[in-house]
């Protein structure tokens, strides 16, 4: 079977991540399938139109073509109102989604008629998430890069070193939820020198959270034990994920509040809605504000900020999913079929009904 893929260049504000690199792409064509870019669509992360066409990927001159080219787009980013219009209901839309927090985008794709499969929701039978894990990866540790760095008096926070120095204490690190991004941003606190605190329901998570370093101290979610330790914090991290749906409210604002003035607020899981209620979304154009004293951040495509780094990552994962996809596109496996959200125009996810 040959289908043509068409992958479109991103346009959300400093978004620079592209959905294959070439290498990736060149697979695709030889299993035979015919490949299409919109011109420029690599350049942010590093790879130029001529590069793609070593790898035998078709350019194409806009977006318009790109979409009337391809049967199967591949995304990173979900869409936005420019790029709805170009969707019709013969695609396969195959990007992150998460849809849990747009009732507005999924209404939009039913009405298209088209079948949506989210990157977040494509489960293996041990319950991993494959295409999430690689941008969970990178999130958690740009939160605490980031984090660092607007902990500094020129950004407006408090002023102080996460890792501490002799005569000065460390700084405390609290963390939500200890999975893919928890972990990694954990690990990045942990190596920092920070006091680290990371609440998860799972024993073996808090288990292997603690064999990090013997800075890092796994607690159970007790809502009065999350509010003593968020009130402690300078660095607060939100990586909640509930798979497919809206992330549960695990601080309220009130929590937020009992916070140190130029303490700061990361959350991941804001594509999701946030786990934290003071919580909105934000872009790279506009980071950050401050609410309570506290800088809040929650950029919604924190991996954006490393594109070639995320871009190779996410397209290693994405290349078997795509050969089965392009292969096969009526015979889903069972792990492609969990990331169905929306086919002709019906919302199939369970946690998205």
């Not at 620079?16 to 669509?41: C, K, M, N, Y």
């Not at 209404?107 to 041990?126: H, K, N, P, W, Y």
């Amino acid at each position: 079977m040959n289908m043509q893929i068409g992958i479109p260049k991103e346009i959300k504000p400093k978004e620079g991540r592209v959905a294959l690199i070439p290498e990736a792409a060149a697979q695709l064509v030889s299993q035979g399938h015919d490949v299409f870019i919109q011109t420029q669509a690599g350049v942010i992360s590093g790879y130029s139109d001529a590069e793609y066409v070593k790898s035998g990927v078709k350019i194409v001159p806009d977006a318009r073509q790109l979409y009337d080219s391809a049967e199967l787009i591949v995304k990173v980013k979900e869409p936005v109102d420019a790029e709805l219009s170009l969707l019709k209901k013969e695609h396969t839309l195959f990007s992150f989604l998460h849809l849990a927090a747009l009732p507005d985008l999924t209404q939009s794709l039913c009405s298209i008629g088209l079948r949506a499969i989210a990157f977040e929701t494509v489960e293996m039978a041990d319950g991993s998430l494959p295409l999430l894990a690689p941008m969970s990866d990178i999130a958690g540790r740009l939160s605490v890069q980031i984090g660092t760095h607007l902990l500094h008096s020129s950004m407006g926070g408090k002023g102080i070193l996460l890792g501490g120095v002799p005569a000065a204490p460390r700084g405390k690190v609290v963390i939500l939820g200890g999975g893919m991004a928890g972990s990694n941003a954990a690990q990045v606190a942990a190596g920092l020198g920070a006091e680290v605190i990371v609440f998860d329901r799972n024993r073996n998570k808090m288990a292997a959270l603690r064999k990090i370093g013997h800075n890092v101290t796994a607690l159970y979610p007790h809502p009065n034990s999350i509010r003593k330790y968020v009130k402690q914090a300078d660095l607060l991290i939100g990586a909640v994920l509930v798979v497919g749906e809206k992330a549960p409210h695990l601080v309220s604002e009130e929590d937020v509040r009992q916070m140190q003035a130029g303490s700061v607020i990361i959350d991941i899981s804001v594509d999701q809605g946030g786990c934290i209620e003071t919580t909105r979304p934000t872009s790279y154009e506009q980071p950050t504000f401050v609410l309570h004293g506290v800088t809040h951040f929650g950029v919604t495509n924190m991996p954006g900020g490393v594109p070639r780094t995320a871009s190779q990552s996410l397209s290693a994962s994405l290349i078997p999913f795509l050969a089965e996809l392009a292969g096969s596109a009526d015979n889903l496996s069972q792990s492609l079929q969990a990331g169905v959200n929306i086919d002709a125009g019906e919302i199939v996810h369970p946690a998205l009904k």
